[in-house]
C-alpha cells in the first residue's frame, strides 16, 4: 500500500497554514503545520517529512535557518520557500543553500499544487535513483566475490593437478622397483623383508590412486564451459568399463549383473566424462560390497534422459552420511571402519560430471543392505 506524502507548512501567518491545508489536504497528502520558527525546528527533529514548505521569514528566526536541521534529519527531504514581494533575494540565497524552489506570495492554488508535485516527484527519483545505487554496490560486490572465489579456486585446480603430476612419476617409478624387489630379481628375500615391502607395495597403491583421484578431479573441474558436449553411446562405454572390472568382480567374488537396452542410448556428455562416472560408480559397488554379493548394472531410457543404475548388496551408507557423499574427500563412517581403502575423491568427480553434463544424481541406500545410485543424464538431440 503506497503511504501518503507528508507536508509540513511553517509559517507564521495562519491564513497561509490554512490555505495550505484546504488546497493539499483533498489533494490526497497529510498534512501538519507549525506556527513558528521554534514550532518548526521541534517537528523536524521529532518527525520524518516528505515536503516542507518554509517561510523565509518568521517573528522568531529565518526560514534559512531551519535548512541545515532539515537535510541532517533526511537529505531527500524537499524544502519550498515561501517568501513575500520584499524578500525574493532571499529566496534565492535559501535556494544556493539547498532549498528546492520558491513560491512568493500571493501565490495560486495551482502555482502551490504544482510546485508540490514537482518536489516531490524530486524526492521520489532521488530515493529511486539511491536504491539504484544501493543494489547496483551489490550486485557489484557479489560479481567481485564470485570473481575472486572462481580464481581461487582455478589456482587450487591447477596447484593440485601440478603437484599430482609431478608426484605421479616418482611414485610409479618407486611402485616399480618395490615390485622388481618383491619378485626376486634383485635376489632372495627372507619372509620379513618380503612382509614388510608387500606393506610398502600397498602403500603405494593407495598413493597412486590418490594421486590420479587428484587428477582426475582437477579434469573434471577444468571442463571448459565453452566446449560442446558431444554425442556418447551409453552402453559402449558401460561395456568397457565392466570389461576392466571383470577380473576384480571375479577374484572377489562378487557377481555382476547387467540389464541394458537392444537400442542404443546416446547422451550429451564428454566420453572421458562417463567413463569417470561409470567408473567410479561400478568400481565402488565392486568395492563395498563383501564376496557373495551382487552388483547390478542397468540402464534405459525415460524418453528425456539415459536412466543409469548401479545397484550393489554392500555395506551401505548411514542416513547421516548421505547427504554428504560428493563432498571433496568425504568417507562415510562405516568404510572408514571396515577399513575399505578410499580416498572420498571419486564420488565428487561423478557429481562434477553430472552437474556438467545437466544431470542428476540419486543415492538410496540403507546401512547394511546395500545402495542404490542412480544417475540421469540428458539424450542427446540433434
Ligand atoms: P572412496 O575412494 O572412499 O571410495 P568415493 O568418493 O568414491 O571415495 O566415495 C565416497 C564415499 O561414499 C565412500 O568413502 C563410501 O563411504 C561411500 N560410498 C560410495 N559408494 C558406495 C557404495 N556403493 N556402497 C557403500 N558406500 C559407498
Not at 190 to 215: G, K, M, W
Amino acid at each position: 500500500m503506497e503511504t501518503k506524502s507528508r507536508i509540513l507548512v511553517i509559517d507564521d501567518e495562519i491564513g497561509i497554514r490554512k490555505g495550505c491545508r484546504r488546497v493539499l489536504e483533498p489533494a490526497g497528502y497529510t498534512i501538519d503545520s507549525a506556527a513558528s520558527f521554534r514550532e518548526g525546528l521541534n517537528k523536524i527533529k521529532q518527525e520524518q517529512f516528505d515536503l516542507i514548505l518554509l517561510d523565509v521569514m518568521m517573528p522568531d528566526g529565518r526560514g534559512v535557518d531551519l535548512l541545515a536541521p532539515i537535510h541532517d534529519q533526511d537529505p531527500e527531504t524537499v524544502a519550498v520557500v515561501i517568501t513575500g514581494y520584499a524578500t525574493v533575494e532571499m529566496a534565492v540565497e535559501t535556494i544556493k543553500r539547498g532549498a528546492y524552489d520558491f513560491i512568493a506570495k500571493p501565490f495560486t492554488t495551482d502555482l502551490l499544487l504544482t510546485t508540490v508535485q514537482r518536489g516531490l516527484e524530486k524526492r521520489r527519483l532521488s530515493m529511486d535513483a539511491q536504491r539504484l545505487q544501493v543494489l547496483e554496490k551489490q550486485a557489484y560486490e557479489q560479481a567481485l566475490a564470485k570473481q575472486q572465489a572462481e580464481k581461487l579456486d582455478k589456482f587450487k585446480s591447477s596447484f593440485a593437478t601440478m603437484v599430482a603430476h609431478e608426484l605421479r612419476s616418482p611414485v610409479a617409478g618407486v611402485q616399480s622397483l618395490v615390485r622388481t624387489l618383491l619378485r626376486g630379481m634383485a635376489g632372495e628375500l627372507s619372509d620379513q623383508q618380503a612382509e614388510v615391502l608387500t606393506r610398502v607395495e600397498t602403500r603405494l597403491d593407495f598413493l597412486l590412486h590418490l594421486i590420479n583421484d587428484l587428477l582426475a578431479l582437477a579434469a573434471s573441474k577444468s571442463l571448459d564451459e565453452e566446449k560442446p558436449l558431444q554425442p556418447v553411446p551409453v552402453q559402449t562405454v558401460l561395456q568397457r568399463v565392466l570389461e576392466g572390472f571383470t577380473e576384480e568382480a571375479r577374484s572377489k567374488p562378487v557377481e555382476i549383473k547387467q540389464s541394458l537396452p537392444a537400442e542404443p542410448l546416446v547422451v550429451r556428455a564428454s566420453e572421458d566424462g562417463l567413463d569417470s562416472i561409470l567408473r567410479n560408480l561400478v568400481g565402488n559397488a565392486i568395492k563395498y560390497t563383501p564376496a557373495g554379493g551382487n552388483v547390478r548394472v542397468e540402464c534405459e531410457s525415460d524418453g528425456e534422459d539415459a536412466v543409469l543404475r548401479v545397484a550393489d548388496t554392500g555395506i551401505g551408507i548411514s542416513t547421516e552420511d548421505l547427504a554428504h557423499i560428493g563432498e571433496e574427500f568425504f568417507r562415510a563412517k562405516n568404510a572408514h571402519l571396515q577399513g575399505f581403502p578410499g580416498t572420498g575423491l571419486g564420488m565428487s568427480i561423478v557429481r562434477q560430471y553430472v552437474d556438467r553434463f545437466d544431470g542428476q544424481m540419486n543415492i538410496a541406500s540403507e546401512e547394511g543392505k546395500g545402495s542404490t545410485f542412480t544417475i540421469k543424464l540428458p539424450l542427446w538431440r540433434e
